[in-house]
């Protein structure tokens, strides 16, 4: 059964209420498996966890992740990329450049390449609406 998750939700809710009967009025479950309507939201909400946590796990692939510099450099000279560096007020953020064999080069401000610890490639700039 394709349900919403709110409707997922709002229909085991009733079903753990102990003041509910199995034929909770409008409730599919109730009406396809008369005194089995439990078990048969048991596989859909099992069903719809799987399906959520599998499109969450493809979200969180495309999310930039921070890079060590000890574990890798950037590969080219072409892209700008997030760094992170300590300052004197703590961790900052800037964007810059990786020149391979000459280091890294940040755009607001000079900042030795050896202070540099992370970066990330830069998110895909917003979609403009179409009308």
């Known amino acids: 059964m394709d349900w919403t998750p709110e409707k997922m939700i709002d229909a085991m809710r009733r ?6 009967h199995c034929m909770v009025k409008d409730c599919p479950a109730a009406a396809l498996v008369e005194h089995r ?3 048969l939201m048991i596989a859909w909400g099992a ?5 959520d946590q599998k499109e969450l796990a493809e979200l969180r692939e495309k ?3 921070w890079i060590s510099c000890k574990d890798r450099m950037p590969p080219d000279r072409v892209d700008k990329y997030l760094v992170t560096f300590r300052g004197a007020a703590g ?6 450049k990786y020149f391979p064999g000459d280091g890294w080069f940040c755009e607001d401000w000079p900042v030795p390449s050896h202070e540099i610890t ?6 895909e700039p917003p979609k403009e609406d179409t009308p």
């Open 47 to 51: 069903e719809q966890i799987e399906r």
């Open 15 to 20: 079903c753990a209420n102990p003041t509910s």
């Open 91 to 96: 961790a900052l953020v800037d964007v810059a």
């Open 118 to 123: 992370h970066w990330m490639p830069l998110p």
């Open 37 to 39: 309507c439990q078990d």
């Open 63 to 65: 999310i930039p992740q």
